[in-house]
């Protein structure tokens, strides 16, 4: 019932930027979180950002002052902004949306941080 689509990644050098997107089939104001998370090859999913309905946003401690979440409610988008990239930041990131007892996962969008 909700789709996720992520859009934004590529290959950039270390030190580059990149901003992440996750369109929505709904609006963001009726989800009462959203989120993205990161898997590199070999590990295991992590959380990495997360932004309420009301704004409030929470950050893994690994890209506290480099990534920043946002929304816009009027695109039913919701953003990554990603600065100062490093090779360790390297992963497919997903967007994650849990709505009426069911969580929701775009299908990814790579990141490869070159060295």
């Known amino acids: 019932q909700v789709q996720l689509v992520e859009s934004g990644g590529g290959l950039v050098q270390a030190g580059g930027s990149l901003r992440l997107s996750c369109a929505t089939s709904i609006s963001i104001l009726t989800i009462n979180a959203m989120g993205w998370y990161r898997q590199a090859p070999g590990k295991q999913r992590e959380f990495v950002a997360r932004?309420?309905?009301?704004?409030?946003?929470n950050y893994v401690d690994s890209v506290k002052g480099r990534f920043t979440i946002s929304r816009d409610s009027a695109k039913n988008t919701v953003y990554l902004q990603m600065n100062s990239l490093k090779p360790e930041d390297t992963a497919v990131y997903y967007c994650?949306?849990?709505?009426?007892?069911?969580?929701?996962w775009g299908q990814g969008t790579q990141v490869t941080v070159s060295s």
């Open positions: 932004i309420t309905s009301s704004g409030s946003t």
């Open positions: 994650n949306a849990p709505w009426r007892l069911t969580e929701y």
